[in-house]
T-cell receptor, first 115, second 117 residues
Framework: GNSVTQMEGPVTLSEEAFLTINCTYT??????LFWYVQYPGEGLQLLLK?????DKGSNKGFEATYRKETTSFHLEKGSVQVSDSAVYFC??????????????FGQGTILTVHP | KAGVTQTPRYLIKTRGQQVTLSCSPI?????VSWYQQTPGQGLQFLFE???????NKGNFPGRFSGRQFSNSRSEMNVSTLELGDSALYLC????????????????FGPGTRLTVL
C-alpha cells in the first residue's frame, strides 16, 4: 500500500535560516504529492502540490520538486520567518479505485523558528 | 468563496454515548473526506463520499459511519464512544470529478475536537 515517511522532528531554526524537510514515499502508479501546514488549533492548509514527475510546486517561498527516481518530495524554503512555525505534513493520493478521496499522510514535522 | 465549515468545533461526551459531526463543503465541491487526527496515530482516513455514495472507506470499526446529503453536506456518526475516540476530526472537500481523483485537491475545515470522558 501507499506510505509516506517524513524526517523526524522537531526542527528548530533561527529566523532567515534555510529549511529542508525531507519526505519520501512508496506508492503504486503515479501519485500526486502534497504539502499541508497546520497551525496551532487549526485544520490543514494546502501549501503546495505536484501531480507528475519533475513538477515543482511553490507557494509563499516554499518549494518542493516531485522526484520519481528517488521517490521524494522534499520541502525547502530559503529564509524562514517566525510565522512559519507550524506542523508540516507530506501527503500523497493515487488515481481512483481504493484511493478515491484518500490522502496518505506522513507523521508530520514540527517546525519552530526563533527570532 | 467560503471555506469548509465544521460544527461543532468542540464536543465533550462520555463513554457509551454517540456523537454526530457535521461538515459543509466548499460550494461546488461534491466530494467530502473525513480524517481522524491523534498524537499517537497521526492522520488516518475514515471515509469519502461523493454524490451521496460512499466511495472509499478506511480501517475503522463499524461504530464509525457517515452519510452525505444531496447538497453535498456530510455528517459522520460515532456510536458507543470509547476513550480512544478522543481526537480532532477533520473533513476535507474537493471537486471529486470522476476519473481525476489523483489530481483532486482537498481543502480542509478547522476540525471538531472530540473529548470522550
Amino acid at each position: 500500500g501507499n506510505s509516506v515517511t517524513q524526517m523526524e522532528g522537531p526542527v528548530t531554526l533561527s529566523e532567515e535560516a534555510f529549511l529542508t524537510i525531507n519526505c519520501t514515499y512508496t506508492a503504486t502508479g503515479y501519485p500526486s504529492l502534497f504539502w499541508y501546514v497546520q497551525y496551532p488549533g487549526e485544520g490543514l492548509q494546502l501549501l503546495l502540490k505536484a501531480t507528475k514527475a519533475d513538477d515543482k510546486g511553490s507557494n509563499k517561498g516554499f518549494e518542493a520538486t516531485y522526484r520519481k527516481e528517488t521517490t521524494s518530495f522534499h520541502l525547502e524554503k530559503g529564509s524562514v520567518q517566525v510565522s512559519d512555525s507550524a506542523v508540516y505534513f507530506c501527503a500523497l493520493t493515487n488515481a481512483g479505485g481504493t484511493s478515491y478521496g484518500k490522502l496518505t499522510f506522513g507523521q508530520g514535522t514540527i517546525l519552530t523558528v526563533h527570532p | 468563496k467560503a471555506g469548509v465549515t465544521q460544527t461543532p468545533r468542540y464536543l465533550i461526551k462520555t463513554r457509551g454515548q454517540q456523537v454526530t459531526l457535521s461538515c459543509s463543503p466548499i460550494s461546488g465541491h461534491r466530494s467530502v473526506s473525513w480524517y481522524q487526527q491523534t498524537p499517537g496515530q497521526g492522520l488516518q482516513f475514515l471515509f469519502e463520499y461523493f454524490s451521496e455514495t460512499q466511495r472509499n472507506k478506511g480501517n475503522f470499526p463499524g461504530r464509525f459511519s457517515g452519510r452525505q446529503f444531496s447538497n453535498s453536506r456530510s455528517e459522520m456518526n460515532v456510536s458507543t464512544l470509547e476513550l480512544g475516540d478522543s481526537a480532532l476530526y477533520l473533513c476535507a472537500s474537493s471537486l471529486g470529478a470522476s476519473g481525476t481523483a489523483s489530481t483532486d485537491t482537498q481543502y480542509f475545515g478547522p476540525g471538531t475536537r472530540l473529548t470522550v470522558l
